[in-house]
């Protein structure tokens, strides 16, 4: 329900990607969040349908795997493209 960042794209973002059947390239969007006021979280709720009230966006973190930590906002007016990225891996 809400759309998903992370701060590390080689491990995480690089995991949640589908290849193109043509060439094996990938895409990427590097983007600007407005976060504002973040609520977080160690455990997985999978009945979140948004930020909690009085919240902007959820922190989600992973215990024993930092490089695994993912924000979620639950409004597209945070987010704001700045480049795409066409890579192979």
């Given at each position: 329900?809400?759309?998903?960042?992370?701060?590390?794209?080689g491990?995480?973002?690089?995991?949640?990607?589908?290849?193109?059947?043509?060439?094996?390239?990938?895409?990427?969007?590097?983007?600007?969040?407005?976060?504002?006021?973040?609520?977080?979280?160690?455990k997985?709720?999978?009945?979140?349908?948004?930020?909690?009230?009085?919240?902007?966006?959820?922190?989600?973190?992973?215990?024993?795997?930092?490089?695994?930590?993912?924000?979620?906002?639950?409004?597209?007016?945070?987010?704001?493209?700045?480049?795409?990225?066409?890579?192979?891996?």
């Amino acid at each position: 329900h809400g759309t998903y960042f992370s701060t590390n794209p080689g491990s995480h973002s690089h995991l949640h990607t589908a290849p193109n059947d043509q060439d094996q390239s990938r895409v990427l969007y590097y983007n600007k969040v407005l976060l504002g006021r973040i609520y977080e979280m160690n455990k997985l709720d999978r009945e979140l349908q948004s930020a909690p009230v009085n919240f902007h966006s959820v922190h989600g973190t992973h215990p024993g795997r930092p490089d695994d930590d993912e924000y979620v906002i639950y409004w597209y007016g945070q987010a704001l493209p700045y480049i795409k990225i066409i890579y192979k891996a």
